[in-house]
């Protein structure tokens, strides 16, 4: 396999459009009814942990990283990480979530969490939150809630809802 020139920053404004067309390719119109949207939802992503890929000119990833609250505390949504499917199986998305990853922990957040497929993420140390612990403000199949610790212990801390950084503001 030939070696992509691949860059990848901080997301733009300028790559905003791009993204919004990824995510339409990837997930369609039925993205916007799912929990994780929810709590995105108002809630702009944060520019610090949030990434795009390049090969040249062209966008052909994304990670984007929402604040939310979890159980009463700040914590932070992944998601979503989008591949263009002409660019998959390329280690695009894994160098998004790790680049995206050590953003957070470099910043000093605690709990990273996202809906996802755990076998995927597992790599990157998320584990399923234990089922009845943290609830979701929507539906949401409980194999596929999954949280990565950033400090040691943080999870069994944290018991309640999730919610969006707009409603937390607002308590």
Known sequence: MTSL???????????????????????GPGRFART?????EGVPPDPALSFAAHVGTFLVGS?????????????LML???????????????????NRSIEAAREAGHDLIM??????????????VIPPGQLMLPG?????????LELVEGVLARRRGEVISARAMAMR
């Open 139 to 147: 539906p949401a199949d409980p194999a596929r809630f999954l949280a």
């Open 36 to 40: 994780a949207f929810r709590l995105r």
């Open 114 to 127: 996202l809906i996802g497929d755990a076998p995927y993420y597992a790599r990157f140390g998320f584990k």
């Open 5 to 27: 020139p691949l860059t990848i920053r901080h997301e733009l404004p300028v790559d905003h459009a791009a993204i919004e067309r990824l995510h339409e390719r990837a997930f």
């Open 63 to 75: 990670v984007k990283v929402t604040p939310v609250g979890a159980g009463g505390h700040p914590a």
């Open 79 to 97: 998601g979503p990480l989008t591949v263009d499917p002409a660019f998959e199986g390329r280690g695009i998305g894994a160098a998004l979530m």
